[in-house]
C-alpha cells in the first residue's frame, strides 16, 4: 500500500549477541492519536551498546523496543525525523536526537511534550527513566551544531553518563580515595570520565587498557598515568583507590580488587567493553562491586540543584569535551544493512579502533 512503509530492523540473540537477523515489517502511516512515526537517520555504534546488552535484563535496555521473545534490539543514540505525526505539537520534519533501535523507523507515542522535547510514553516504556524515553529537539538545543551531530551521537550519552559517575564520586568526597582507576581507558566512556576527573583534579586517575591501547590513551592528556591489564600488580596498593569499571571483566576487576584489597573504597560498574570475560564478582576484598544508574543520580542532583542548572552545567562541560574530542576522534560512516552488520560485529569483537567514531545507518549512502 502507498499508505506503508518497510521497517527494517536489526536484531541480536539476547544469549548469543554474535547472531543477528534482519527483521522486516510494515508500518502504516496512518497513525492513531498523538502517534509519532519517526524516521531513523544515523547512529553511532560503540562499545556502549555492548554494554547496554550486558545490562539488558538487569538494567531493562531489552525493553525499550520489544522483540520475539528470545530476540534483542540494541538501544543506540543518533537523530531521526519525524515522518508522520498525529499529535498536535509533534510537527512533521522536527530534527530529534535520542535512543533508537538499530532500525530505519520507530513510532512511539508522543507525551509530555516541551518545547525543547518530548517522550515516548507508550506503555512498555512506563516503568522505565524518563530520560531513557526522551527526544530532544535539534532546533531548541542551544548547543546545537549540525556540523556535530555525529559528535553528539558518539558523546552526547556516555559524556553524560560519566560527567553524572564524577559527580558521585565527588559528593561522596571520592570515598577517601586519591586514584581513580578506570578499566577499558581507551573506549569513549573512559576517556570521558578521564576528561571530568582531571577537570575537578581531586584524585589521579590511572587507566587501564591493552597494550596495544596504550600509546593512545597516554596521548589523550587526560590520564596522568596508563598501566596494561598485566601490569595492575605495579601499581601502589597502599593507595585508596576508587575503581570505575568500563570493562566488566571479571578477571580484571577480581586483580584490581585483590591487588588493593581493603584500599577499593568504591567499585562501580557501569560497561561491558569486555563482556566475553564477564563473570561473577562477589566476595572480592574492598568495597562490593555495583552498578551505577545515572538516571538516579539524575534525579538527587535534580534535587539539589535545579534540573535546568543541572543540565546547564553538564552541557558546557560536554560542549568542550566536544570540541576537543576533535584532537583524537575521526569519525567513519558506513551505510546500508550489511555495513551496519559489519561494523557491529567488529565493535563487538573489540576490532574496532578506538580513535574511530562508528556512525552507521540503515538507508543506502546519501548521493
Not at 20 to 31: C, F, G, N
Not at 195 to 217: E, I, Q, W, Y
Not at 350 to 357: N, Q, V
Request: hydrophobic content about 40%; charged content about 20%; aromatic content about 10%.
Amino acid at each position: 500500500m502507498a499508505d506503508d512503509v518497510t521497517v527494517t530492523t536489526l536484531e541480536v540473540r539476547k544469549d548469543k549477541w554474535s547472531a543477528t537477523r534482519v527483521v522486516s515489517e510494515q508500518q502504516s502511516m496512518t497513525l492513531d492519536s498523538d502517534e509519532v512515526l519517526l524516521r531513523v537517520d544515523r547512529f553511532a555504534l560503540t562499545a556502549n551498546n555492548i554494554s547496554y546488552a550486558g545490562a539488558g535484563d538487569l538494567l531493562g535496555y531489552w525493553g525499550f523496543f520489544p522483540a520475539q521473545e528470545g530476540w534483542g534490539r540494541i538501544p543506540a543514540m543518533g537523530w531521526a525525523d519525524v515522518l508522520a505525526s498525529a499529535h498536535p505539537d509533534v510537527a512533521v520534519g522536527d530534527r530529534v536526537w535520542g535512543f533508537f533501535p538499530f532500525s530505519t523507523h520507530l513510532k512511539i507515542l508522543a507525551g509530555n511534550h516541551r518545547a525543547e522535547q518530548f517522550q515516548d510514553v507508550s506503555p512498555h516504556r512506563a516503568s522505565y527513566a524518563p530520560v531513557y524515553a526522551r527526544f530532544d529537539r535539534a532546533a531548541a538545543n542551544p548547543i546545537y551544531d549540525v556540523a556535530r551531530e555525529d559528535h553528539d551521537s558518539l558523546l552526547r550519552g556516555l559524556f553524560m553518563t560519566s560527567w553524572l559517575v564524577e559527580d558521585f564520586l565527588h559528593m561522596q568526597s571520592s570515598f577517601g580515595a586519591d586514584t581513580c582507576l578506570i578499566t577499558s581507558a581507551s573506549s569513549k566512556t573512559s576517556i570521558a570520565l578521564a576528561h571530568c576527573v582531571k577537570k575537578r583534579g581531586a584524585m589521579k586517575s590511572v587507566g587501564l587498557t591493552s597494550p596495544d591501547n596504550v600509546a593512545f590513551c597516554e596521548g589523550l592528556g587526560y590520564y596522568d598515568s596508563v598501566v596494561t591489564y598485566d601490569a595492575i600488580r605495579s601499581l601502589d596498593p597502599s593507595r585508596a583507590a576508587v575503581i570505575v569499571d568500563m570493562a566488566g571483566s571479571a578477571v580484571v576487576l577480581g586483580e584490581a580488587h585483590h591487588h588493593f584489597g581493603e584500599n577499593i573504597r568504591h567499585s562501580c560498574r557501569i560497561g561491558a567493553t569486555h563482556y566475553e570475560e564477564m563473570g561473577p564478582v562477589e566476595d572480592l576484598p574492598g568495597a562490593t562491586p555495583e552498578f551505577f544508574f545515572a538516571p538516579s543520580h539524575i534525579q538527587t542532583r535534580s534535587a539539589d540543584l535545579g534540573a535546568a542548572q543541572l543540565m546547564l552545567d553538564m552541557g558546557s562541560e560536554y560542549a568542550a569535551f566536544r570540541a576537543a574530542s576533535d584532537n583524537w576522534l575521526s569519525l567513519t560512516h558506513s551505510y546500508g544493512v550489511d555495513a551496519v552488520e559489519r561494523v557491529y560485529q567488529d565493535v563487538l569483537a573489540g576490532r574496532a579502533d578506538a580513535r574511530s567514531g562508528q556512525i552507521v545507518s540503515l538507508w543506502p549512502a546519501p548521493q
